[in-house]
T-cell receptor, first 113, second 113 residues
Framework: KAGVTQTPRYLIKTRGQQVTLSCSPISGHRSVSWYQQTPGQGLQFLFEYFSETQRNKGNFPGRFSGRQFSNSRSEMNVSTLELGDSALYLC????????????FGPGTRLTVL | QQPVQSPQAVILREGEDAVINCSSSKALYSVHWYRQKHGEAPVFLMILLKGGEQKGHEKISASFNEKKQQSSLYLTASQLSYSGTYFCGTANAGGTSYGKLTFGQGTILTVHP
């Protein structure tokens, strides 16, 4: 079974621009969660989507948004990029329901100049 | 509030054992353990559920003390490939928070020949 895939793998943007990252979950996984990883703050939860609905949201500003499509693929968008948004963005998918493990994709490395 | 991991770092020689601890101040439904190597995504190791169920790799063992909201990961007969940063992620009990993991700050494990 193919793993979680994320595109693009690397991205360089400038302050003020916006960016869209994509995540394709493992086949059969309908829950997709997004995380931001930085050296200073570690791994932080952004949001979770299930059946095209946002189910949980972390403590990030409204510039961070996401959506999920009917085929469970998910995108996240960051508008008005700031230098501090430079990070590794990871998505993880799982079979929905309690007690199921999350599997991470390779991540998108975003650099904001 | 994120779980607290200890120790922050540990250095081993091949064949030695190690224990990594994860402690939360909140009532937990599940504890998830991951290993991340530099420049790579976190790799799932084990999930421990409230009630005693566990799922994960055969060569790795862990425990979950529900009363104390603490989990420990046991690495025995360490190999060079065990080197990396170990993270625990916790999901709180109740509601629909199962896809929202709060991660500890990580434990850096280094195994030398």
């Amino acid at each position: 079974k193919a793993g979680v895939t994320q595109t693009p793998r690397y991205l360089i943007k400038t302050r003020g621009q916006q960016v869209t990252l994509s995540c394709s979950p493992i086949s059969g996984h309908r829950s997709v969660s997004w995380y931001q990883q930085t050296p200073g703050q570690g791994l932080q939860f952004l949001f979770e989507y299930f059946s095209e609905t946002q189910r949980n949201k972390g403590n990030f500003p409204g510039r961070f948004s996401g959506r999920q499509f009917s085929n469970s693929r998910s995108e996240m968008n960051v508008s008005t990029l700031e230098l501090g948004d430079s990070a590794l963005y990871l998505c993880a998918s799982r079979v929905a329901g309690a007690g199921n493990e999350q599997f991470f994709g390779p991540g998108t490395r975003l650099t904001v100049l | 509030q994120q779980p607290v991991q200890s120790p922050q770092a540990v250095i081993l020689r091949e064949g030695e054992d190690a224990v990594i601890n994860c402690s939360s101040s909140k009532a937990l439904y599940s504890v998830h353990w991951y290993r991340q190597k530099h420049g790579e995504a976190p790799v799932f190791l084990m999930i421990l559920l409230k009630g005693g169920e566990q799922k994960g790799h055969e060569k790795i063992s862990a425990s979950f003390n529900e009363k104390k909201q603490q989990s420990s990961l046991y690495l025995t007969a360490s190999q060079l490939s065990y080197s990396g940063t170990y993270f625990c992620g916790t999901a709180n009990a109740g509601g629909t928070s199962y896809g929202k993991l709060t991660f500890g700050q990580g434990t850096i494990l280094t195994v030398h020949p």
